[in-house]
């Protein structure tokens, strides 16, 4: 059993930068794929980003490559997702989700997932 907690969301200026944290309870936390993903009102949730279990494998959706970066620390069972030159169509709720083995690119693959943090970016 996972709990996932986000934390690090707000309101921030387009061309601006957020920094998003997962904190992971469980000594297992090193043997789960992460992921993180966003869902904006009236649309169905979408990944975002991706990370294996040693952050040796990574994956960006297309609209996010090049400004935002997912990285692990397994010693402190927290993943994060850092986003700069936010866009107003970044707004979103992002969630972390994991599940064991290898990473995968649909919601409904994860297992465990957070609150989500609300993230609002102005134009």
């Known amino acids: 059993q996972v709990q996932l907690v986000e934390s690090g969301g707000g309101l921030v200026q387009a061309g601006g930068s957020l920094r998003l944290s997962c904190a992971a309870s469980?000594?297992?936390?090193?043997?789960?794929?992460m992921g993180w993903f966003r869902q904006a009102p009236g649309k169905e949730r979408e990944i975002v980003a991706t990370?294996?279990?040693?952050?040796?494998?990574?994956f960006y959706t297309d609209s996010v490559k090049g400004r935002f970066t997912i990285s692990r620390d397994n010693a402190e069972n927290t993943v994060y997702l850092q986003m700069n030159s936010l866009k107003p169509e970044d707004t979103a709720v992002y969630y972390c989700?994991?599940?064991?083995?290898?990473?995968?690119?649909?919601?409904?693959?994860?297992?465990?997932w957070g609150q989500g943090t609300q993230v609002t970016v102005s134009s």
């Open positions: 989700a994991a599940r064991r083995g290898i990473v995968k690119s649909t919601a409904n693959e994860y297992d465990y």
């Open positions: 990370i294996n279990w040693s952050g040796s494998n990574t």
């Open positions: 469980g000594r297992t936390f090193s043997t789960y794929a």
